[in-house]
């Protein structure tokens, strides 16, 4: 299994309250992404990493933002929750091209009442 | 940019029957192609992928998926289903350009009835 894992794996939380979630990878790998999956959407790339310090968005970006600061660790912030925010959110990571293989995290499950 | 249609959400077969996915991409240049499944509260995970050498690639559990350029198409077989072959099957599209980014498919769930 590749290292990566993600924290927390649950949370639940109120509209308005600001919540980060983690992803941590021990691969050096250099891509990072942060995906949501909901029911009859599959998997839409919210924002992405190509370096340290190093992002940009993806197709549903409003509402988040990620920072990078170290190789390993890519977060997630959703600065003020809202409830259609409440989704499964997947981290993946993947080598130098662009058919190199995604490998993912086991996913945080986001409740925002 | 590029696309990818999974046909059908939806698809259930009998133990032992033959398993087909439907995935049709659209790409304005060459393509790299990957299958991956996601079993109930897992992530996804790569079944093959299609990287231009061989157009039939042949995958885990016995998954072989089948590059067709000119019908856009990249199916998914099994000759058996496997009661643990249920799960949801995701296609995805990546390309050099565009960052490298992938597009995924809604996805189909595969049910297998005893």
């Known amino acids: 299994d590749a290292g990566i894992t993600q924290s927390p794996r649950h949370k639940v939380t109120e509209t308005g309250t600001p919540v980060t979630l983690r992803c941590h990878q021990t691969e050096n790998h250099r891509y990072m992404y942060w995906y949501r999956q909901d029911p009859g959407h599959g998997l839409r790339l919210i924002h992405y990493s190509y370096g340290v310090k190093d992002t940009d968005k993806g197709e549903v970006s409003d509402g988040y933002s990620v920072s990078r600061s170290k190789t390993e660790d890519f977060l997630l912030t959703l600065e003020s929750a809202t409830s259609s925010q409440t989704s499964v959110y997947f981290c993946?990571?993947?080598?130098?091209?662009?058919?190199?293989?995604?490998?993912f995290g086991p996913g945080t499950r986001l409740t925002v009442l | 940019a590029q696309s990818v249609t999974q046909l059908g959400s939806h698809v259930s077969v009998s133990e032992g029957a033959l398993v087909l996915l439907r995935c049709n991409y659209s790409s304005s240049v060459p393509p790299y192609l990957f299958w991956y499944v996601q079993y109930p509260n897992q992530g996804l995970q790569l079944l093959l992928k299609y990287t231009s050498a061989a157009t039939l690639v042949k995958g885990i559990n016995g998954f072989e998926a089948e590059f067709k350029k000119s019908e856009t198409s990249f199916h998914l077989t099994k000759p058996s289903a496997h009661m643990s072959d249920a799960a949801e099957y995701f296609c995805?599209?990546?390309?050099?350009?565009?960052?490298?980014?992938?597009?995924f498919g809604d996805g189909t769930t595969l049910t297998v009835k005893p």
């Open positions: 995805a599209v990546t390309v050099n350009t565009n960052a490298g980014k992938s597009t």
């Open positions: 993946a990571i993947r080598g130098q091209g662009a058919a190199d293989t995604q490998y």
